[in-house]
Nanobody, 119 residues
Framework: QVQLVESGGGLVQAGGSLRLSCAAS????????MGWFRQAPGKEREFVAG????????NYADFVKGRFTISRDNAKKTVYLQMNSLEPEDTAVYYC????????????WGQGTQVTVSS
């Protein structure tokens, strides 16, 4: 069973930064792809960033490229999302997700952490 616990959300002014963390309780953490999604009020959940193994295997939604960085520490079983140059449009609940490598469906989700960016 995989459990994901996010932390690091909060209120920040536009232009500011936050770092989200997601701690996973799972065996063989390195065998899971990890991702971040977000859901703003009245909108569908959308993909933000993902990583399979290391910093060399990451992908991002176009709207965060150059501003957000996903990373993972396999020894700590933790994935991070460094968010810089935040904009009010980034306000959302951010969710951590996991799936076994080479599967297409995200199978495990955290409870979410609120990020609010004020203008």
């Amino acid at each position: 069973q995989v459990q994901l616990v996010e932390s690091g959300g909060g209120l920040v002014q536009a232009g500011g930064s936050l770092r989200l963390s997601c701690a996973a309780s799972v065996r063989n953490f390195s065998l899971y792809a990890m991702g971040w999604f977000r859901q703003a009020p009245g909108k569908e959940r959308e993909f933000v960033a993902g990583t399979v193994w290391s910093a060399s295997s990451t992908n991002y939604a176009d709207f965060v490229k150059g501003r957000f960085t996903i990373s993972r520490d396999n020894a700590k079983k933790t994935v991070y999302l460094q968010m810089n140059s935040l904009e009010p449009e980034d306000t959302a609940v951010y969710y951590c997700a996991a799936k076994p490598i080479k599967t297409s469906t995200w199978t495990h989700w955290g409870q979410g952490t609120q990020v609010t960016v004020s203008s």
